[in-house]
């Protein structure tokens, strides 16, 4: 969210207000809607110290105690919002019952901001937009898709099935991820175990050798040392690190962009998210066309869906290659993203005139291909995670035996 400075006459008074908007023509449909008089002019303004000060204390305590939306509640009340429009009741009337109805407290706060923002004169978008973390960008580019077509519940009944896909493929990772979890936790446990109470006890025998100590043991025994007597402080930094690193992501620009190239270089994670981001943004942005939306306009909405600012900018220069005239073909090849295959598909798309058709088939291929690194994500971590093991496992072996080797030669010389 920016903040914008809004000069305007009230009763011959020249007076200046701040509003808080993600962009500036948001600013401005807010401006003449909820304040007096004559708009001078609008501006975009520093955070003032007081909003700066309190957004800082929200980071800390949504990083400590966020409260998240449950998935199947969001996709429940979006489909009732959906039945409800297309029974032809009023979206006001729509969102007032299902800020009634929903169960979830997070949920319902939401919908009841919604619904005073809607009194207000507000559109659905721009009330969901406050709430774009908690949401998500997907449902509120389907949501600007209905109000821009005028067939909000079709983009809201699609909006359901997008969030239920994501939710299936949120479930079958937490599935996958379950086993190779298990495992480190466990192994954790067990190496804690053993530098707090087994390894002391071999300390107090290579104390008394007064001989050097093999690299092996050394290491061991400086890791005991330091979780036996600066665990908390290592526990203190782990998360202490954890938290500015989520500050960094969400406030630093820079450091978000070069982590977010970094990310997508990363061994299976990066596969995992390109494969997501782009079928996400492929799904959406078929939709659009499908809704005959302007091919620039529908790279503007579908562009909100990216998380990733590397990709997010490749995408990007899509917009501007077509603004310039360049096919949708060659825009998408010149960002290298695209295979070969899916470039031919999308070219025989826009050369037939079933753009949508063809682009809906580069989605499939995008989920199958995310589909396929899921279900098989327990084979691909399982050599990790066996390497991981024998290190551990031939350390500790290594660590302890191997002066008791050379204590058993003495005893025989």
Excluded at 48 to 64: F, R, S, V, Y
Excluded at 69 to 91: D, E, F, H, Y
Aim: charged content about 20%.
């Amino acid at each position: 969210m920016k903040y914008f400075e809004v000069n305007y006459l009230f009763k011959g008074q020249k007076t200046k207000t701040v509003v808080k908007s993600p962009t500036r023509n948001d600013a401005i449909s807010i401006a003449k809607l909820k304040i007096p008089g004559v708009i001078l002019n609008i501006k975009e303004t520093s955070a003032p110290l007081e909003d700066q000060l309190g957004e800082l204390k929200d980071q800390i305590m949504n990083a400590l105690f966020r409260k998240k939306i449950k998935m199947p509640n969001l996709i429940a009340a979006m489909r009732q919002l959906s039945v409800m429009t297309n029974a032809g009741i009023s979206i006001h009337d729509s969102v007032k019952e299902v800020a009634n109805a929903t169960v979830d407290k997070t949920l319902k706060e939401i919908f009841n901001s919604v619904n005073d923002d809607l009194n207000s004169g507000l559109s659905l978008t721009q009330s969901l937009m406050t709430y774009r973390n908690e949401v998500g960008d997907v449902t509120l580019a389907m949501v600007e898709l209905g109000e821009s077509t005028g067939n909000m519940a079709e983009s809201l009944e699609k909006l359901s099935e997008i969030l239920e896909e994501i939710e299936e493929n949120r479930q079958k990772f937490k599935k996958a991820m379950r086993y190779p979890i298990t495992v480190v936790i466990a192994i954790a446990v067990a190496f804690s175990i053993l530098m707090i109470y087994v390894v002391p006890k071999f300390k107090e025998i290579f104390a008394q050798l007064k001989a050097e100590l093999p690299l092996p043991t050394k290491i061991l025994l400086f890791m005991e040392n330091l979780i036996n007597h600066y665990g908390l402080y290592l526990l203190s930094g782990i998360i202490g690190t954890i938290l500015l690193f989520q500050y960094l992501l969400k406030n630093n620009e820079d450091f978000k962009k070069k982590f977010d190239i970094y990310i997508l270089k990363v061994y299976l994670i990066g596969n995992i998210i390109f494969y997501a981001t782009l079928s996400r943004f492929c799904l959406v942005f078929t939709e659009l066309i499908r809704a005959g939306i302007p091919i620039a306009d529908a790279l503007d909405t579908a562009l909100l869906t990216l998380e990733n600012t590397h990709l997010k900018k490749k995408l990007s220069s899509v917009k501007i290659s077509v603004q310039r005239g360049i096919s949708l073909t060659e825009s998408f090849r010149d960002t290298g993203l695209f295979e070969g295959m899916l470039i031919q598909m999308i070219q025989a798309g826009e050369q037939s005139g079933t753009l949508d058709k063809m682009l809906e088939k580069v989605t499939l291929y995008f989920k199958s291909r995310f589909s396929q690194i899921i279900d098989n994500i327990a084979s691909y971590i399982e050599p990790i995670l066996l390497g991981f093991i024998a290190a551990m496992v031939l350390l500790m072996a290594l660590g302890i035996f191997m002066p008791m080797w050379d204590m058993a030669k003495a005893v025989k010389s």
